[in-house]
Structure formats: C-alpha cells, structure tokens
C-alpha cells in the first residue's frame, strides 16, 4: 500500500503540473492561427483540471494526504515545467511529448494499484488513461501535417 501511495502522488503531482502546461500554452500560444491553438489547450486543461479533484480525494481514501504545493508539485512532478515562450508546434509537441510519458506513469499507478487489489482506483486510472490518449490525438493530429509538409 505504502508503494501505491508514492506511486499515486507523482502522478497526481505529474497531472497537476500537466494541467497548469496546458494552461500555460492556451495563455500564451500566438500566432495566425491563434484560436485554434488557444481552444485546442483549452479543451485539455479543461479535461484534465476536471479530474484533479476527484483524484486528491482518492488519495485521501488510499488513507494518505494529498501534495497541495507548489513546491511539493515541484518535488514530485515527472513532468518538466516550461518557461519559455515556444513557438505554437513546439507547444504542441512537447505537450504530446508530456502526455505520452503522462501516460506510462498512469499505467505503472494502475499497475500497482492492481497488485493492492484496488479496483476501483484502477478503474479511475484507466479512464484517465483513455482521457489522456484521446487527447495525444488531438495534439498529434494538430502536427501531423505539419512534420509531413517539412
Ligand atoms: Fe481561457
């Protein structure tokens, strides 16, 4: 159980700090075809930010506290803040960069959380997987044509 505590607060750290790049690159994104961009980082931060709290409350019920800093996000996050303004296909692709490895934290929690015979949080788990591969192919999809065309 002590396993699936750490294990579950890097990744809710690593969604949290996901989230808030999401956020960061739907503030931020300029260009021609800014909207675009603007809503397709919206709709992500969106999704994601509706999970966060659903997901502290199931590490409360795994009977830990829930990292609520952001110096303990800092200390636990997989993923790298950004804090540079990049060009909008650098925002994308690093976004998608972060998700896939959002990704395989989420499978190696579920994982565990297996092991612990906790199903139900696996459960949860595996819809936020899906969320997440839902939206690698918006961000992939923004791209695709790009990287072809160069
Ligand atoms: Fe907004």
Same mark, same amino acid.
């Given at each position: 159980?002590?396993?699936? +505590? $750490?294990?579950? $607060?890097?990744?809710?750290? %690593? #969604?949290?700090?996901?989230?808030? $790049?999401? @956020?960061?690159?739907?503030?931020? *994104?300029? =260009? ?31 009977? #830990?506290? *829930? ?10 996050? @997989?993923?790298?803040?950004? !804090? ?11 976004? /998608? ?6 990704? #395989?934290?989420?499978? /190696?929690?579920?994982? *565990?959380?297996? +092991?612990? =015979? ?15 591969? $839902? ?6 999809? %923004?791209?695709?044509?790009?990287? !072809?065309?160069?």
């Amino acid at each position: 159980m002590e396993a699936l +505590q $750490k294990a579950t $607060k890097v990744g809710f750290a %690593s #969604t949290f700090s996901f989230f808030l $790049k999401a @956020q960061n690159f739907h503030w931020n *994104v300029i =260009g021609p075809d800014f909207l675009e961009y603007h809503e397709l980082f919206g709709n992500i931060y969106e999704e994601v930010y509706s999970s966060i709290d659903g997901f502290a409350e199931r590490i409360r019920s795994l009977g #830990t506290y *829930v990292p609520a800093s952001l110096s303990r996000f800092n200390m636990l996050s @997989q993923i790298e803040d950004q !804090n540079e303004i990049l060009p909008k296909e650098q925002m994308v692709a690093q976004l /998608l960069e972060d998700n896939e490895k959002l990704i #395989t934290i989420l499978k /190696l929690i579920y994982d *565990v959380a297996e +092991q612990n =015979g906790e199903h139900g949080f696996s459960n949860f788990l595996a819809e936020r997987m899906d969320a997440h591969r $839902k939206h690698g192919w918006m961000l992939r999809s %923004s791209i695709e044509g790009i990287q !072809n065309a160069s």
